[in-house]
């Protein structure tokens, strides 16, 4: 039924394949309980794919600091009629490294910053609030 679905929702559509390359340099958290030294880890969620990033240590000024941890993943978008992309969003949780509990996530939709302009890379820099926080 999901195939259907997905078959409907693009016929007739052409689509673009993406190579998106999400890099994450710092993650703040807000929260007083947050334990120093507890190891975090991202995952990148697009549909039913995943792909899990190394886990890092919470600092003590409750910061989580990636050195360039860079998440990537194949992506097909389609245009909608004013000549953009339909909204596709994917997900980017924060996750404990012991008991796997997801500690924040972030939602982001890729219809905003996907372009085919300069036939190339696209970079942008980000400060997101969290969907759902720790």
Same mark, same amino acid.
């Given at each position: 039924?999901?195939?259907?679905?997905?078959?409907?929702?693009?016929?007739?559509?052409?689509?673009?394949? =993406?190579?998106?390359?999400?890099?994450?340099?710092?993650?703040?958290?807000?929260?007083?309980?947050?334990? /120093?030294?507890?190891?975090?880890?991202?995952?990148?969620?697009?549909?039913?794919?995943?792909?899990?990033?190394?886990? $890092?240590?919470?600092?003590?000024?409750?910061?989580?600091?990636?050195?360039?941890?860079?998440?990537?993943?194949?992506?097909?978008?389609?245009?909608?009629?004013?000549?953009? =992309?339909?909204?596709?969003? =994917?997900?980017?949780?924060?996750?404990?490294?012991?008991?796997? $509990?997801?500690?924040?996530? =972030?939602?982001?939709?890729? $219809?905003?910053?996907?372009? /085919?302009?300069?036939?190339?890379?696209?970079?942008?820099?980000?400060?997101?609030?969290?969907?759902?926080?720790?």
């Amino acid at each position: 039924m999901s195939r259907f679905l997905r078959a409907a929702t693009h016929a007739g559509k052409t689509g673009v394949g =993406f190579n998106v390359q999400i890099v994450l340099h710092k993650l703040t958290s807000s929260d007083p309980d947050a334990k /120093e030294l507890e190891m975090v880890y991202p995952v990148v969620t697009r549909g039913s794919h995943k792909v899990k990033g190394t886990a $890092a240590p919470i600092l003590s000024s409750r910061q989580v600091h990636w050195t360039e941890e860079t998440l990537s993943f194949h992506c097909t978008m389609y245009r909608t009629k004013q000549a953009t =992309f339909q909204a596709k969003a =994917f997900t980017v949780d924060v996750v404990k490294a012991k008991g796997d $509990a997801v500690l924040c996530t =972030f939602e982001v939709d890729l $219809a905003q910053y996907t372009s /085919e302009k300069n036939h190339g890379s696209n970079s942008y820099s980000l400060v997101v609030q969290p969907k759902k926080a720790w």
